[in-house]
C-alpha cells in the first residue's frame, strides 16, 4: 500500500504560477510511474504529467512549455510547477502512482487550483 497526500492547491490569477506537491509513503525508486492527473467540473478526468523512475517524462499538450513536473527522492516527493495559468487550469489535481510491475497503481485524495481574476 502507498500513501500519496497531494499539497499547495490554492487560487491564483491568470498569469500566475503555482508549485504542487505529491508526497509519497514510498522510495520514489520502488514506483515505475508517478502522474499528476486533474479533474475540472463537469469533464472527465486528464493526464496532466508523469515522471517515470528512470525519469522519462510526458505532458500532456494543454500544458506542454507551462508546467514542470520533476522528482525529489531524498524527499519521496513529486512536484509540478505550473506557470502562465489560466481558468482553464482550475481543477482538482490527483497524484498517482504505479508500481514497479504496474499492477498495482495508488490515488492521492487530490489539491484544488482555482484560478481567477
Known amino acids: 500500500q502507498v500513501q500519496l497526500v497531494e499539497s499547495g492547491g490554492d487560487v491564483r490569477q491568470p498569469g500566475g504560477s503555482l508549485t504542487l506537491s505529491c508526497a509519497a509513503s514510498?522510495?520514489?525508486?520502488?514506483?515505475?510511474?508517478v502522474s499528476w492527473y486533474r479533474r475540472a467540473p463537469g469533464q472527465e478526468r486528464e493526464l496532466v504529467a508523469s515522471i517515470t523512475v528512470t525519469q522519462h517524462i510526458n505532458y500532456s499538450d494543454s500544458v506542454r512549455g507551462r508546467f514542470t513536473i520533476s522528482r525529489d527522492t531524498s524527499k519521496n516527493t513529486v512536484y509540478l510547477q505550473m506557470t502562465s495559468l489560466s481558468t482553464e487550469d482550475t481543477a482538482v489535481y490527483y497524484c498517482?502512482?504505479?508500481?514497479?510491475?504496474?499492477?498495482?497503481?495508488?490515488w492521492g485524495r487530490g489539491t484544488q487550483v482555482t484560478v481567477s481574476s
Open positions: 514510498r522510495s520514489l525508486d520502488r514506483l515505475y510511474k
Open positions: 498517482n502512482a504505479l508500481d514497479l510491475h504496474a499492477t498495482s497503481e495508488w
